[in-house]
């Protein structure tokens, strides 16, 4: 058991400028989240996949992010235009959707650091 | 509207101390599932805990237990005999729908 996989740790980057983030599941894992955390704040949800269907997407994604997963292994989320509130921890967590929805345990990787200038 | 409130947001002991973490959380739903979240220094969130709505007998595991009162709508853990290895941040989370994480509450333990 590799854990989750995200690449890379940290990432500086100017206003403007695109960014993309891989995160690599657990391997058995057929559900995928990503998550957006700030200083001082728990996790906030972004969106999240079962298989290479991406099911919900929170309201703060907004239209410059977007996430894909296209063969229902690892998965990319990318930003366009960024913006300096972009600056924040994007985790990456996977699950398997056998325990049943709401009881799945999700194990996270261990973020990528966005820093925006 | 905030799901999960940790009204706790440091907490400072000496070590062999022990340690409460207060959790509250707020849904419409009969069935749902609270976890507890360690967030060490190295950032990657290591599950603790995951608890049903209809489950309400409390648990211990080692130094870490756990009260989980449906009538409050509380989940609080508490931390025995606290050592070093123990700072971090603890999350609580709420699933209902999908997982939703209070604030934490970060937990120093000073030798």
């Known amino acids: 058991d590799t854990g989750v996989s995200q690449d890379p740790r940290h990432k500086i980057t100017k206003r403007g400028q695109n960014v993309t983030f891989r995160c690599d599941p657990i391997?058995?894992?057929?559900?995928l989240y990503w998550y957006r955390q700030t200083l001082g704040q728990g996790p906030e949800f972004l969106t999240y996949f079962q298989n290479e269907a991406q099911l919900e997407k929170s309201r703060l994604l907004s239209d410059r992010f977007s996430a894909e997963r296209p063969k229902g292994s690892f998965s990319t989320l990318e930003i366009q235009r960024t913006e300096q509130g972009d600056s924040a921890m994007y985790l990456c967590?996977?699950?398997?959707?056998?325990?049943?929805?709401?009881?799945?345990?999700?194990?996270f990787g261990s973020g990528t650091q966005l820093s925006v200038l | 509207a905030q799901k999960v409130t940790q009204a706790q947001t440091e907490i400072s002991v000496v070590e062999k101390e022990d340690v409460t973490l207060d959790c509250v959380y707020e849904t419409r739903d009969t069935t749902y599932y609270l976890f507890w979240y360690k967030q060490p220094p190295s950032g990657e969130l290591v599950f603790l805990i995951r608890?049903?709505?209809?489950?309400?007998q409390n648990e211990i595991s080692g130094r870490y237990s756990w009260n989980f009162q449906k009538s409050t709508s509380s989940f609080n853990f508490t931390i025995t005999a606290s050592q070093v290895v123990d700072s971090a941040v603890y999350f609580c989370?709420?699933?209902?729908?999908?997982?939703?994480f209070g604030a934490g509450t970060t937990v120093t333990v000073r030798a």
């Open positions: 391997s058995e894992h057929n559900r």
């Open positions: 967590a996977s699950s398997s959707s056998l325990s049943g929805t709401g009881a799945e345990k999700l194990f």
């Open positions: 989370a709420l699933n209902d729908y999908k997982l939703s």
């Open positions: 608890r049903n709505s209809f489950d309400e």
